[in-house]
């Protein structure tokens, strides 16, 4: 019975989600004054420094353990955000090459289809680095987090610089 | 009550032969080959069942459980198909996104065999015996698989923001509506068995009926299309964003 009961409740879990997520696919998003309104605007430098291998050698030295692990899971939920932002960008440049992709000029067409591309790349790429950041705030000691994500967080940070660095045009200068 | 059973057993297969002139006429059964063949024997299992109904009798139902069964499982097959066939046209297509999705579905798909067989192992199914019996499993399965990665590719869909605007959004969404409720309601025949047969014919019934219309708006309703109308995108500004872009997705 409480099989039975559970695969009712997972089925209208999934309807909603389904109903809800159609609704989403059919969001035009605006226009693109719009779309560069919803871009987070990145502090690039704190960003660097909350993923700095040396900056955490000096805390740890520091600092008392309880303070040090403290810190770090602030340094780590940080970090998080600024990759929330980065991937929440993304998605803006995709609704952005998605329309301009239907652009009769080829040249154009084909660029956007190649920065679709690269945006669809990154959101992935954040997805994939966020849930082992979670793991790393729960043990912050524990040396979970590779040498190879620090790399992986540089180059979130250049996606980040890069994606706010092409917002001038749009008159986003000032946000970012 | 009878008249309100029929009316939801001919009225989404009487729909049927509109969506599949629309479809062959537009040339679209080569978009979507596997939804067009599934449409198609949805058609030929109604008119089938239908006959068989006229004659039947009570020495001689198992021929229609029979029938009915194995039609579920052609059904289920070319539904299963027809999922996988939208995945392509929706998201496979995206170089990017093809090898994390391939894995997502093949993934999900066995996971959801998996938990389909040992949930199905614990369902009374009171009163069932033979095909009808096979029919409550099967349905049940084909049910847990098809909501399980419709709901995953409208999962992936949605984490990254991929925008859905065409034809196959409707088809999805038909599927996904009346994968979700059937789900529901063979998980409840399967657990309550014959008691709860008329009552869970009903709601699948009425679940297909909502598939078709969906598919039906969807294919009659005109695409929308985000524009930009005052903005003009210059070549040299996307292609900016791009190389930039590529530069750091390869490192």
């Known amino acids: 019975m409480i099989v039975a009961i559970v695969f009712v409740a997972l089925s209208f879990i999934g309807l909603a989600l389904i109903l809800y997520l159609a609704k989403g696919f059919h969001a035009t998003g605006g226009s693109l004054n719009q779309l560069a309104s919803q871009l987070q605007p990145v502090d690039l430098n704190a960003f660097r420094n909350l993923i700095d291998k040396g900056e955490e050698l000096y805390l740890r030295e520091h600092l008392d353990p309880a303070d040090f692990r403290s810190i770090q899971r602030e340094r780590k939920l940080a970090a998080i955000e600024y990759i929330r932002c980065a991937a929440s960008n993304a998605a803006i440049l995709i609704r952005l090459a998605e329309v301009a992709q239907q652009s009769p000029d080829p040249a154009i067409s084909s660029a956007a289809e190649k920065l679709l591309e690269n945006a669809f790349r990154l959101r992935l790429y954040c997805f994939r680095v966020v849930p082992r950041l979670y793991v790393s705030v729960l043990v912050p000691s524990a040396g979970l987090v590779p040498a190879r994500l620090a790399d992986s967080y540089d180059t979130i940070t250049r996606q980040v610089v890069m994606l706010g660095l092409q917002y001038p045009t749009q008159g986003m200068a000032s946000a970012l | ?251």
């Open chain 2, 1 to 251: 009550m009878i008249f309100f059973q029929y009316y939801l057993w001919v009225a989404p297969h009487a729909l049927l032969p509109v969506l599949l002139t629309i479809i062959w006429r537009r040339g679209w059964h080569k978009r979507l080959p596997f939804f067009f063949c599934f449409a198609g024997f949805q058609l030929l299992q109604f008119l089938t069942l239908f006959a068989l109904s006229r004659f039947v009798t009570l020495s001689s139902i198992s021929l229609y459980h029979w029938v009915l069964t194995i039609g579920l499982g052609i059904s289920a097959l070319l539904e299963l198909g027809a999922v996988f066939e939208l995945a392509e046209a929706l998201l496979l297509n995206r170089v990017s996104l093809s090898n994390s999705l391939r894995l997502l579905m093949k993934w999900s798909l066995a996971a959801l065999l998996l938990i389909s067989a040992a949930a199905s192992a614990s369902f009374a199914a009171i009163g069932f015996h033979g095909a009808a019996r096979i029919f409550s499993v099967l349905d049940f399965c084909a049910s847990v698989v098809e909501a399980g990665l419709l709901v995953t590719l409208f999962l992936f869909s949605g984490a990254l923001r991929i925008s859905w605007r065409s034809w196959p959004t409707g088809v999805a969404l038909g599927f996904g509506i009346s994968a979700c409720i059937n789900l529901a309601a063979s998980a409840l025949r399967a657990q309550f068995g014959s008691s709860a047969v008329l009552a869970v014919d009903i709601t699948q019934m009425a679940a297909f009926h909502v598939a078709v219309v969906t598919w039906l708006v969807y294919l009659l309703v005109p695409e929308r299309s985000a524009i930009f109308p005052t903005q003009v995108f210059g070549v040299s500004e996307i292609a900016l964003w791009d190389r930039e872009l590529h530069r750091m997705a390869n490192q």
